[in-house]
């Protein structure tokens, strides 16, 4: 999978450190379960719309809904640019569905 853009959140009144992520394919179960190496998950794929959330509250808090295309990333700003890099890269190893 692929990061096609990290920009900060739209209408977010401080979108300096939250972010979205857009990414090229749709998320799916597998994806949720890669990320989940990044810090605690929470997935509830029984809702509605399947969330899941990521916390390593030194680095990031990531949210998602399953089947959507983009990530909701808040960063902690002290390591927010190393963090942006590791969760690129971790994005990028995922292969498979």
Same mark, same amino acid.
């Given at each position: 999978?692929?990061?096609? =853009?990290?920009?900060?959140? !739209? ?5 300096? $450190? ?8 749709? /998320? ?11 810090? =605690?998950?929470?997935?509830? !794929? ?5 969330? $899941?959330?990521i916390d ?5 808090? /990531? ?15 002290d390591v ?8 690129r890269t ?8």
């Open positions: 999978m692929k990061a096609l =853009d990290i920009r900060p959140m !739209p209408n977010c009144f401080d979108g300096s $450190f939250i972010k979205e992520v857009l990414l090229d394919e749709p /998320i799916s179960e597998g994806f949720i379960h890669h990320l989940a190496q990044l810090g =605690d998950l929470q997935y509830f !794929p029984f809702f509605a719309r399947p969330f $899941f959330r390593d509250f030194r680095r990031f808090s /990531i949210q998602g809904i399953q089947g959507l295309s983009h990530l909701k990333v808040t960063f902690c700003r927010m640019e190393t963090s942006i890099v590791e969760l971790a994005i990028e190893r995922f292969e498979g569905s």
